[in-house]
Antibody
Framework: QVQLVESGGGVVQPGKSLTLSCSASGFAFKSHGMHWVRQAPGKGLEWVAGIWFDGSNTYYADSVKGRFTISRDNSMNTLFLQVDSLRGEDTARYYC???????????????WGQGTQVIVSS | IVMTQSPDSLAVSLGERATINCRSSQSLLDRSNSKNYLAWYQQKPGQPPKLLVYWASTREFGVPDRFSGSGSGTDFTLTISSLQAEDVAVYYCQQYYRTIVTFGPGTKVDIK
């Protein structure tokens, strides 16, 4: 079955960087768009970034544009999120999510990981 | 596109109907294919979200038929026809009309 496992979260100081990873299994990773969605403590869902199946196009929420970079390695079935210049408002659980549609995708998500927690604090 | 939901929370008796509303700041209907780019998710405490409905009214595989989505354009509804104890959760709508997707703020459903 589809499995998404995030890693790389932790406690980090403001202004610092972190790389989140999402290891995928149980499906043709190279055929699906992938996304990162975050959830601040006690708050709702916020889409962060998305990437096409082949990595040729990426999209970002305005709140993270220029600071976050989404990428993928289809040979390793792994999705990444490079998070730079971290701010307190980036504190959240970061979920990896699969686009239900293949190729360029439709941008709704049928499989989610359990998430990795990022805490930005001095 | 800004998504709003109402109510913020509701409490419904077991077996009764629960209705959640979602409104978008612009139409989610693509007239070229007659599709509304709207999905619904359920999130239980401590768990990731689960896809319930997409294209406004298509139920995801394995989702009980007591869950149904309706609406078009800017106004949408998720209905739980007969609330069960396991339906206690927060429900989110999400638009994917634009590649910059946005979620509604969520509606918390509890048992009365």
């Amino acid at each position: 079955q589809v499995q998404l496992v995030e890693s790389g979260g932790g406690v980090v100081q403001p202004g610092k960087s972190l790389t989140l990873s999402c290891s995928a299994s149980g499906f043709a990773f190279k055929s699906h768009g992938m996304h990162w969605v975050r959830q601040a403590p006690g708050k709702g869902l916020e889409w962060v970034a998305g990437i096409w199946f082949d990595g040729s196009n990426t999209y970002y929420a305005d709140s993270v544009k220029g600071r976050f970079t989404i990428s993928r390695d289809n040979s390793m079935n792994t999705l990444f999120l490079q998070v730079d210049s971290l701010r307190g408002e980036d504190t959240a659980r970061y979920y990896c999510a699969r686009d239900r549609a293949t190729d360029t995708g439709d941008y709704y998500f049928d499989s989610w990981g359990q998430g990795t927690q990022v805490i930005v604090s001095s | 596109i800004v998504m709003t939901q109402s109510p913020d929370s509701l409490a419904v008796s077991l077996g009764e109907r629960a209705t959640i509303n979602c409104r978008s700041s612009q139409s989610l209907l693509d007239r070229s294919n007659s599709k509304n780019y709207l999905a619904w998710y359920q999130q239980k405490p401590g768990q990731p979200p689960k896809l319930l409905v997409y294209w406004a009214s298509t139920r995801e595989f394995g989702v009980p038929d007591r869950f149904s989505g309706s609406g078009s354009g800017t106004d949408f509804t998720l209905t739980i026809s007969s609330l069960q104890a396991e339906d206690v959760a927060v429900y989110y709508c999400q638009q994917y009309y634009r590649t910059i997707v946005t979620f509604g703020p969520g509606t918390k459903v509890d048992i009365k």
